[in-house]
């Protein structure tokens, strides 16, 4: 049996989310559930990338236009952003 991750979304990007269309939102938990419930790390996934230069580790999780840039702590994933792909470079300047 694999190991299930608790997956925690912070403030801002459950507020992200819901500005979201329905189909996008909907696509992005469904992406969310299925990788990083079950295995967060890169593991041969094209569509998970760890990020290099960040202590603690940061992962993005690509999903259509959109990325899920997380953190993992023991057995839980924090996602910290959601951003459209065209916004990306801004946030991770931001939290370098």
Do not use: N
Not at 35 to 47: A, C, D, F, M, N
Not at 78 to 87: D, G, P, Q, Y
């Amino acid at each position: 049996m694999q190991k299930k991750f608790k997956v925690i979304f912070s403030p801002p990007v459950l507020r992200a989310i819901q500005q979201l269309a329905a189909d996008t939102a909907l696509q992005l938990a469904k992406d969310i559930k299925s990788y990083l419930e079950t295995s967060p790390l890169p593991i041969g996934k094209r569509r998970i990338k760890k990020l290099t230069g960040y202590i603690p580790p940061l992962y993005r999780l690509r999903s259509g236009d959109f990325r899920a840039y997380y953190r993992i702590l023991s057995d839980s994933v924090v996602i910290l952003a959601i951003t459209h792909k065209k916004e990306s470079e801004k946030f991770l300047k931001r939290i370098k």
